[in-house]
Antibody
């Protein structure tokens, strides 16, 4: 059974970088046909797909247009993890952040969610 | 990429059937059979109910079914039960190699 465990701070100051990590058990971050994804949810924006990383002979990333200039998603094969970095955050980035495992563009496995508040 | 369009709310009585629509464009819903549906109870993680338009994951009740016509996908719940009361979200991949969610529909069981 795949399990995803999220870690990272729940409070980030405006203009700083939001960093979260998702640790995978029951699967490999290098699995073929699997995309490791970050999603966020807020009352104002609903569910928002942020981006993904996946391995298919080499590593690929796709990012949402809304955050493309500020986001990095990286795999860490040595720790079987993947991470989210979102730069230059504002209060609008306050949300519950989820990591998730996608196959055929569907998310059957999710992390527990992390409420990240952007505030000074 | 604009969010997919869902009705804000739907309601039905126990035992009835309801349908939630999810309207996109020819660049997302209409272009691919990668539409998924999620159920989310308050304070909980979303749960996958339908993938690839009409497939149910193991363990999901056969009262849930999905379909698609053109740029609009639909989720139908038959034999409505109190436990079905939740928020429902659709999603689709897009021609830009991204994924987009719907705005969500609150289902009330009367």
């Amino acid at each position: 059974q795949v399990q995803l465990q999220q870690s990272g701070p729940g409070l980030v100051k405006p203009s700083q970088t939001l960093s979260l990590t998702c640790t995978i058990s029951g699967d490999s971050v290098s699995s073929n046909s699997v995309a490791w994804t970050w999603i966020r949810q807020s009352p104002s924006r609903g569910l928002e797909w942020l981006g993904r990383t996946y391995y298919k002979s080499r590593w690929y990333n796709d990012y949402a247009v809304s955050v493309k200039s500020r986001i990095i998603i990286n795999p860490d094969t040595s720790k079987n993890q993947f991470s989210l970095q979102l730069n230059s955050v504002t209060p609008e980035d306050t949300a519950v952040y989820y990591c998730a495992r996608a196959t055929v563009n569907a998310f059957a496995f999710w992390g527990q969610g992390t409420l990240v508040t952007v505030s000074s | 990429q604009s969010a997919l369009t869902q009705p804000a709310s739907v309601s039905g009585s126990p035992g009835q059937s309801i349908t939630i629509s999810c309207t996109g464009t020819s660049s997302d819903v209409g272009a691919y059979n990668y539409v998924s549906w999620y159920q989310q109870h308050p304070g909980k993680v979303p749960k996958l109910m339908i993938y690839e338009v009409s497939n149910r994951p193991s363990g999901v009740s056969n009262r849930f079914s999905g379909s698609k016509s053109g740029n609009t996908a639909s989720l139908t719940i038959s034999g409505l039960q109190a436990e079905d009361e939740a928020d429902y979200y659709c999603s689709s991949c897009t021609s830009s190699s991204t994924l987009v969610f719907g705005g969500g529909t609150k289902l009330t069981v009367l």
